[in-house]
T-cell receptor, first 114, second 113 residues
Framework: ETGVTQSPTHLIKTRGQQVTLRCSSQ?????VSWYQQALGQGPQFIFQ???????GRGNFPPRFSGLQFPNYSSELNVNALELDDSALYLC?????????????FGSGTRLTVV | TQLLEQSPQFLSIQEGENLTVYCNSS?????LQWYRQEPGEGPVLLVT?????EVKKLKRLTFQFGDARKDSSLHITAAQPGDTGLYLC?????????????FGTGTKLQVIP
């Protein structure tokens, strides 16, 4: 059973550029949730994808968008990058969307915007 | 918006000491989870509590869910350097269908040998 894999692990982008982060969910999981985590703080919910559809969104602007593919892997796209977008981006997979489920997290992508 | 406040925010203790981390909210949760995160890694699930008043033990870690399901605590007995990390609580609201798991503000623990 493979875990959650995120790529790339680190990324440096310039303000105004666009970025795509990727996540392969754990085998058997059909739901992917994306979180943004500032240093030393708790993760903030960006959005969730279930069966290839967005299934809930946090307080993030539309320039944060995503996709989920038939194999349940997912992408997070951020347009017009701002300095404040610098953070650790975490992907978590699960089976179903209920709150009692256990999330399996990837190791994250550390994005630095300069 | 459901908020989860954790206290303390930072904790530095000597090996062998006991500690308690608190997770508080004004909202009711259907379940609450505790995660530990090490630098450069994603959070790893430690436990899920579901019933008000529930107590779960994981070796030297004891987790309790408040009777009203609005708060939780994590107690570590005889802390060891390997316990060092960021501890996060996360709650799910009582609702059917889509549920957004909300994370707490985090408690950074350092255990000094």
């Amino acid at each position: 059973e493979t875990g959650v894999t995120q790529s790339p692990t680190h990324l440096i982008k310039t303000r105004g550029q666009q970025v795509t982060l990727r996540c392969s969910s754990q085998s058997g999981h059909n739901t992917v949730s994306w979180y943004q985590q500032a240093l030393g703080q708790g993760p903030q919910f960006i959005f969730q994808y279930y069966r290839e559809e967005e299934n809930g969104r946090g307080n993030f602007p539309p320039r944060f968008s995503g996709l989920q593919f038939p194999n349940y892997s997912s992408e997070l796209n951020v347009n017009a990058l701002e300095l404040d977008d610098s953070a650790l981006y975490l992907c978590a997979s699960s089976y179903g969307t209920g709150g009692r489920l256990a999330y399996t997290f990837g190791s994250g992508t550390r994005l630095t915007v300069v | 918006t459901q908020l989860l406040e954790q206290s303390p925010q930072f904790l530095s203790i000597q090996e062998g000491e006991n500690l308690t981390v608190y997770c508080n909210s004004s909202s009711v949760f259907s379940s609450l989870q505790w995660y530990r995160q090490e630098p450069g890694e994603g959070p790893v699930l430690l436990v899920t509590v579901v019933t008000g008043g529930e107590v779960k033990k994981l070796k030297r870690l004891t987790f309790q869910f408040g009777d009203a399901r609005k708060d939780s605590s994590l107690h570590i007995t005889a802390a060891q350097p390997g316990d060092t990390g960021l501890y996060l609580c996360a709650g799910a609201p009582p609702a059917g269908g889509y549920q957004k798991v909300t994370f707490g503000t985090g408690t950074k623990l350092q255990v000094i040998p």
